[in-house]
């Protein structure tokens, strides 16, 4: 419990680093808003980019938070504290920080959307992210992006920064190049974009969506237990 007070206040910068990030994020997002309802929308609607933008903003502060693992546990070690209570304490820390950020990103976006009530009144709002998203799958949520959190820190201390970029880099731009290939499918398009599309929704009609959610908790329940034996067997480097 001590070493988990410790590293909690060692590590509650980052709480603080997260929400100037959300912040920055959100204010673009609604600036954007403005611009966009100022010179191209020709419709009487907006939506609510700001707030998403700020959701977002929590998973990849969480996920970037992994950039830090390395360092973060071999202080902890090379100052007298078990892996074990490191492992314990650390995707705690990362839990309450993603926790912090969705109440956050919720509070920046019912403040954004009032704003608009008072800058657009009688306008029609198009996009919510969170009148999508549902509270109870909000601990699923957390619960992946600190498994893959504890993952990028153990890739460091296995593979160094280099094999750490090699994972990171790649995973921020598959949502775009997942996006980009489906729709490109749909539309019957014939480059390479739409054929890793439909390869990708041949592959998501292959199994039901509780099949693919038990396959993707298989996945995680896996690269957590890979990390625990990286944090366990790493060595310690002041």
């Not at 499918?185 to 974009?193: D, H, K, R, W």
Request: aromatic content about 14%.
């Amino acid at each position: 419990m001590k070493f988990f007070v410790k590293h909690l206040k060692a590590n509650r910068s980052g709480v603080l680093i997260m929400l100037i990030f959300q912040t920055v994020l959100f204010l673009m997002g609604f600036l954007m808003v403005l611009a966009i309802n100022a010179f191209i929308n020709e419709d009487r609607d907006y939506a609510a980019i700001g707030g998403m933008m700020a959701l977002m903003a929590t998973v990849f502060g969480g996920l970037a938070r992994g950039n830090g693992g390395m360092n973060r546990y071999r202080t902890a070690v090379s100052m007298g504290h078990t892996r074990l209570s490191y492992i314990l304490a650390d995707p705690v820390i990362t839990a309450l920080t993603c926790a912090i950020g969705i109440a956050f990103a919720w509070l920046l976006d019912k403040f954004e959307l009032w704003i608009y009530s008072i800058l657009y009144p009688g306008w029609e709002l198009d996009f919510d992210v969170f009148s999508m998203f549902e509270w109870l799958h909000a601990p699923v949520f957390i619960i992946g992006i600190c498994i893959l959190d504890f993952c990028f820190g153990a890739l460091q201390l296995q593979f160094g920064t280099k094999g750490f970029a090699a994972v990171w880099f790649p995973l921020c731009f598959a949502p775009m190049i997942i996006g980009n290939s489906v729709h490109a499918a749909q539309e019957g398009g014939g480059s390479l974009l739409a054929l890793i599309g439909r390869g990708l929704l041949f592959l998501a009609g292959l199994l039901s969506p509780p099949m693919w959610a038990a396959a993707g908790a298989a996945v995680l329940l896996g690269l957590l237990a890979l990390s625990v034996v990286c944090y366990r067997r790493a060595e310690v480097r002041i």
